[in-house]
């Protein structure tokens, strides 16, 4: 993603921690991973992810079928520089260019080199929600079985 959007894109945003992000065939016949709310815009600002970023792909049933994945599962993103190639290592082994994943994959930024203590603070809010959710399951099982 990096290598291309380079070399042929204006502007270039910087992938974070936390983000959703999507991939998009571009006109000329090359995939950008782009935000995902910007998946049918004409014109989408590519967000590049920095070489050792963890991402965690949202696979569709379809998807899930063609490339033999689960419904969810954890890449590193990797920028190799002979040839210059940008390709996601899937923990099998597997590795995959980005041209190779599908239009329409979502994915979400898990860990960005260097940003390592953003992403434990949104792993602790994660959790810390998770937590609250699950505190007020009982109350909410206990107050529905009165009526």
């Given at each position: 993603?990096?290598?291309?959007?380079?070399?042929?894109?204006?502007?270039?945003?910087?992938?974070k921690?936390?983000?959703?992000?999507?991939v998009?065939?571009?006109?000329?016949?090359?995939?950008?991973?782009?935000?995902?709310?910007?998946?049918?815009?004409?014109?989408?600002?590519?967000?590049?992810?920095?070489?050792?970023?963890?991402?965690?792909?949202?696979?569709?049933?379809?998807?899930?079928?063609?490339?033999?994945?689960?419904?969810?599962?954890?890449?590193?993103?990797?920028?190799?520089?002979?040839?210059?190639?940008?390709?996601?290592?899937?923990?099998?082994?597997?590795?995959?260019?980005?041209?190779?994943?599908?239009?329409?994959?979502?994915?979400?930024?898990?860990?960005?080199?260097?940003?390592?203590?953003?992403?434990?603070?949104?792993?602790?809010?994660?959790?810390?929600?998770?937590?609250?959710?699950?505190?007020?399951?009982?109350?909410?099982?206990?107050?529905?079985?009165?009526?």
């Amino acid at each position: 993603m990096c290598w291309f959007s380079a070399e042929h894109a204006k502007d270039i945003e910087q992938a974070k921690a936390g983000q959703r992000l999507a991939v998009k065939n571009m006109n000329w016949h090359a995939k950008w991973v782009v935000r995902e709310e910007e998946l049918d815009a004409p014109r989408p600002c590519p967000v590049c992810l920095a070489d050792q970023t963890r991402v965690l792909f949202r696979f569709s049933e379809n998807q899930q079928t063609s490339l033999h994945f689960g419904s969810e599962t954890e890449a590193v993103f990797k920028m190799i520089d002979r040839p210059k190639l940008d390709i996601f290592e899937f923990p099998d082994g597997r590795q995959m260019n980005l041209s190779e994943l599908p239009a329409g994959l979502v994915l979400d930024v898990l860990v960005v080199p260097g940003q390592e203590e953003l992403s434990d603070i949104l792993d602790k809010e994660s959790a810390a929600q998770e937590e609250e959710d699950t505190e007020r399951e009982p109350f909410l099982a206990r107050l529905l079985a009165r009526f």
